[in-house]
Nanobody, 115 residues
Framework: VQLQASGGGLVQAGGSRSLSCAAS????????MAWYRQAPGNQRELVAA???????NVADSVKGRFAISRDNAKNTIYLQMNSLKPEDTAVYYC??????????WGQGTQVTVSS
């Protein structure tokens, strides 16, 4: 399984950014896909997740601002980030999990929010 995350960059506070994570295989095979983030000095934390059935959950810290979605035809998940804050600055990682294949991580994409 290979996960290719993209879309990171520099954005001003209050702005928006969309991240993409393209999987090498069908995302139907994954029980769950998710976005995590890790800021310097912090532990990696869950940002948002989406199951194979389409159920989503979003961390309280980004609820109402971030949304996770999927495009099965493109084997891609997205993270739409709105009303970005400086504290959203982190490396964002794509993650996939399936009972058969286990846990996989993408390479990470840096999002920097300037105040």
């Amino acid at each position: 399984v290979q996960l290719q995350a993209s879309g990171g960059g520099l954005v001003q506070a209050g702005g928006s950014r969309s991240l993409s994570c393209a999987a090498s295989g069908s995302i139907f095979t994954f029980n769950r896909m998710a976005w995590y983030r890790q800021a310097p000095g912090n532990q990696r934390e869950l940002v948002a997740a989406i199951t194979s059935a389409g159920f989503t959950n979003v961390a309280d810290s980004v609820k109402g601002r971030f949304a996770i979605s999927r495009d099965n035809a493109k084997n891609t998940i997205y993270l739409q980030m709105n009303s970005l804050k400086p504290e959203d600055t982190a490396v964002y990682y794509c993650n996939s999990y399936s009972a058969a294949a286990g846990n996989y991580w993408g390479q990470g994409t840096q999002v920097t929010v300037s105040s």
